[in-house]
């Protein structure tokens, strides 16, 4: 027969399993030696914070532009209204982040020439699919069916036409701290069999929110630490806000100018054209004379490194063939901004005269 324990056994159990006596077995933290009693903070050396707080408010604002940027472009392209919404910006290691997204998924590896490294653009597929459907005449449905496979080589290209604006949106947010000069070199399904930094690497993930009507999915800009190192400086919120480019001063713009005015360049004349035929080119001859429906007063074209510069008259200057300058040769852009010019000068003209009259 088992034991019974007694009223003040019952008691002792009770208090020694009482939060008062929790409280007093909790561990503390130990204080450091000559530190005046102060505690010791934990760091985890797995996940070291290599970026600052400030460095991560300016990846905040630097990136809310963005998402308006590329939320406009992708709504102009789909015909319909996208919104694009920054949900976070944190660091954390590279296997971390890979291991956080699904699989199969739309990875995207970009080389930026600018940075001198990797960037990762990620795609879930429960925004991409949907999108294509929008493109290729769908997006009647509200609720679509998310299909658990890889990208086929239609979906890939169109994939293409997202990326492309993303990365024009990037280029453009950029534009005040570098030229990422991005391009994609590799898209996946796997997200595990892209490698672009080691494991423990710390890389900075950007998520945004894409909203199409009731349909929701994640995008993931994964940017490695190492990459943006260089622009550590420039990334602080004080210095980024008021970062422009460095205008080049008079010195370098003379120094470009002379260099550039010394510059060797092409230039032909176009004579004539005609057509013979293969018969008569096998028997042309050394004197034989080739007719076309050239005037021989009718100007010539003068091209400069392959683009039409001005009109010319041929002739001989010093018992050597040369050519004299004509006139301009007005290019597209040109009239284009001359016929600018004009409906903007009688719009003034109008504006003025209307004005007195009332």
Same mark, same amino acid.
């Given at each position: 027969m088992a034991d019974v324990l007694s009223q003040g056994e019952v008691e002792s159990l009770l208090a020694a399993l009482g939060p008062g006596n929790k409280k007093k077995k909790k561990n503390k933290p130990a204080a450091a030696p000559g530190s005046?009693?102060?505690?010791?903070?934990?760091? #985890?050396?797995?996940?070291?914070?290599?970026?600052?707080?400030?460095q991560m408010r300016a990846f905040q604002a630097l990136h809310d532009g963005f998402g308006r940027e590329f939320g406009a472009s992708l709504s102009s392209m789909l015909r319909t209204i996208v919104e694009?919404? !920054?949900?976070?910006?944190?660091?954390?290691?590279?296997?971390?982040?890979?291991f956080s997204v699904e699989n199969p998924t739309c990875f995207n590896l970009m080389r930026s020439d600018g940075l001198d490294g990797h960037l990762i653009l990620d795609?879930?597929?429960?925004?991409?699919?949907?999108?294509? #459907?929008?493109?290729?005449?769908?997006?009647? &449905?509200?609720r679509h069916a998310i299909p658990s496979r890889p990208l086929?080589?239609?979906?890939?290209?169109?994939?293409?036409?997202?990326?492309?604006?993303?990365?024009?949106?990037?280029?453009?947010?950029?534009?005040?701290?570098?030229?990422?000069?991005?391009?994609?070199?590799?898209?996946?399904?796997?997200?595990?069999?892209?490698q672009i930094v080691p494991p423990n690497e710390v890389i900075v993930l950007i998520s945004f929110e894409l909203t199409m009507g009731d349909t929701r999915g994640i995008m993931n800009l994964c940017i490695p630490f190492n990459t943006i190192e260089p622009l550590?400086?420039?990334?602080?919120?004080?210095?980024?806000?008021?970062?422009?480019?460095?205008?080049?001063?008079?010195?370098?713009?003379?120094?470009? /100018?002379? @260099?550039?005015?010394?510059?060797?360049?092409?230039?032909?004349? @176009?004579?004539?054209e005609t057509?013979?035929?293969?018969?008569?080119?096998?028997?042309?001859?050394?004197?034989?004379?080739?007719? $076309? /429906?050239?005037?021989?007063?009718?100007? !010539? $074209?003068?091209?400069?490194?392959?683009?039409?510069?001005?009109?010319?008259?041929?002739?001989?200057?010093?018992?050597?063939?040369?050519?004299?300058?004509? &006139?301009?040769?007005?290019?597209?852009?040109?009239?284009? &901004?001359q016929k600018v010019r004009e409906a903007e000068a009688q719009a003034a003209e109008s504006g003025a005269s209307i004005e007195p009259a009332g």
């Open positions: 005046g009693g102060r505690a010791i903070n934990v760091y #985890d050396f797995k996940r070291p914070e290599r970026v600052s707080k400030e694009v919404k !920054l949900i976070s910006v944190d660091q954390l290691t590279y296997s971390e982040f890979v795609l879930n597929p429960t925004i991409i699919f949907p999108i294509f #459907d929008r493109l290729l005449g769908g997006g009647k &449905e509200s086929t080589d239609i979906e890939t290209r169109l994939v293409g036409r997202i990326t492309d604006l993303a990365i024009k949106g990037l280029e453009n947010a950029w534009d005040r701290l570098c030229e990422l000069k991005l391009s994609v070199v590799q898209v996946e399904s796997n997200p595990q069999l892209v550590a400086g420039k990334l602080s919120s004080d210095t980024w806000s008021a970062y422009t480019k460095k205008s080049a001063d008079t010195r370098q713009r003379l120094n470009l /100018e002379t @260099h550039m005015g010394s510059a060797g360049v092409e230039v032909i004349v @176009h004579l004539a057509k013979i035929s293969a018969g008569e080119l096998a028997t042309l001859a050394v004197g034989d004379i080739i007719t $076309t /429906e050239q005037e021989q007063t009718s100007p !010539l $074209t003068l091209l400069v490194e392959g683009h039409p510069m001005f009109t010319a008259y041929p002739g001989v200057l010093k018992w050597k063939k040369a050519v004299r300058i004509g &006139e301009v040769i007005s290019r597209p852009q040109d009239l284009v &901004e």
